[in-house]
């Protein structure tokens, strides 16, 4: 499990670095280390999720050049949340994880201007909300229904195989 | 245990703010982001490389796929273009062609009617054409049928909306001719051939020659004087004594003919010149 792990996290940030900028739409990209830190928190609880989302954090702002700490702090929490969210909902239910991914999206969207706000940053919350975090989290929660419903997928042919 | 998640929580959380607490604006504090460009900028490059590759082929599929669509939309647009010029050209000829039929009608003095060519009869033993003039145009049956050139032959069946018109070169055809230039009389016969032979033509006139040009001359009544029929292409003297045999190429091109005009009225004069005969174009 552990090296699973290891290895969606390590491939979460290659893939943010690499390809979510071909998966731009209207400027606007996937943040794919998030979205593996919310599904990963519903479904294995909130020290998996805040670790994950820790870590995750922490290497897009160190490969990104911006304020490090911040996404560690803010996906942390998130990943925490979520594995809160995940202790007390049914989270097999694609209902609550798409929803809960946007919602999620859009706290990390509030936190990290909150946290950077400290740091001076310029731009105006209306503006980023409205043109960076919300369509983010719209975005977050499509990529995330096509990522659950393929899971279902898998996990519908990994019980029913003959090999299993 | 309960307390051990909060716990983790709460450790991230200093750690992260201890991370920030030691940035600097200088990049004094920049170790993290060097060590973890250290691991992950290896691993970028090569994923970068992959990207870039698979990007190229798929951007070459998609020129290949575009200039695949555009190739099969240009030669769609150059096959209709192609039948395009095709219908204009078409067009072209058949309003030069009626120009011409138009131009001998107002030229004629005497009463026509114009008619198109619907089928062709093209065998050894009949040659004729049906035109869709008939009963209902008041054609009449023995109507002398011309084009621009010349003469083509006559009505040999009225139907309501159509007639048959027997061509010149049919086997069963006679038409009462004569040379032009000398003015001496002859028939011309069809042949299962196809052609188009000059017979009883008395030695006593002027003779004829390969060139002459052969005319109606309007004996009998069933055709006017002075349409043309043909020209001669050879002359054959077959030891008679009394008369002339020769070869005519007919004036009107049969197989090309689509317009016709059908003499209506009756006329006495000779029609000749009203003729210009010339290549048809």
Known sequence: MRLSVALMLL?????????????????????????????????????????????????????????????????????????????????????????????LTLVEGVLRYGLLRLFHFPAPFGDLMLYVVLPQALYNGFLGAASVLALTVVEFWRESSPWR | MKHRKYALLVSLL??????????????????????????????????????????????????????????????????????????????????????????????????????????????????????????????????????????????????????????????????AVMVQRTRTAGVAEGEPGGTVRLKFMARAGGGVQVGDLIVTSGLGGLFPKGLPVGRVTAVEDKGSALFHFALLAPVADFARVEEVLLLTGPTGADLFPHFSPGPET
């Open chain 1, 11 to 103: 491939g979460g940030n290659l893939a943010q670095t690499s390809v979510a900028p071909a998966l731009r739409i209207g400027g606007v990209a996937p943040d794919i280390p998030l979205l593996l830190t919310v599904l990963l928190g519903l479904r294995r609880g909130p020290e998996v999720g805040c670790l994950f989302g820790f870590a995750a954090g922490l290497i897009q702002d160190a490969a990104g050049g911006g304020v490090v700490g911040a996404q560690a702090l803010t996906k942390g929490l998130v990943g925490f949340a979520a594995g809160l969210m995940g202790e007390r909902l049914w989270v097999s239910n694609p209902l609550v994880q798409v929803p809960g991914l946007v919602l």
């Open chain 2, 14 to 175: 200093l750690v992260s703010l201890l991370l920030l607490s030691v940035r600097t604006p200088g990049g004094g504090g920049a170790w993290p982001g060097d060590l973890v460009g250290a691991l992950l900028t290896p691993l970028q490059v090569t994923l970068a490389k992959i990207q870039r590759s698979a990007l190229g082929v798929w951007s070459a599929y998609l020129d290949w796929k575009h200039v695949r669509s555009e190739n099969q939309s240009l030669r769609a647009e150059v096959e209709r273009l192609r039948i395009q010029a095709l219908r204009v050209e078409d067009a072209h000829k058949e309003n030069l062609r009626l120009r011409r039929l138009l131009a001998l009608r107002d030229r004629l003095p005497l009463s026509t009617l114009a008619g198109e060519v619907i089928a062709k009869e093209w065998g050894g033993w009949v040659r004729s054409l049906t035109v869709n003039r008939g009963r209902g145009d008041r054609v009449a049956r023995l109507s002398p049928v011309i084009v621009p050139e010349g003469l083509v032959g006559r009505v040999v069946e009225v139907r309501a909306q159509a007639a048959v018109v027997q061509l010149i070169n049919d086997p069963s055809s006679a038409v």
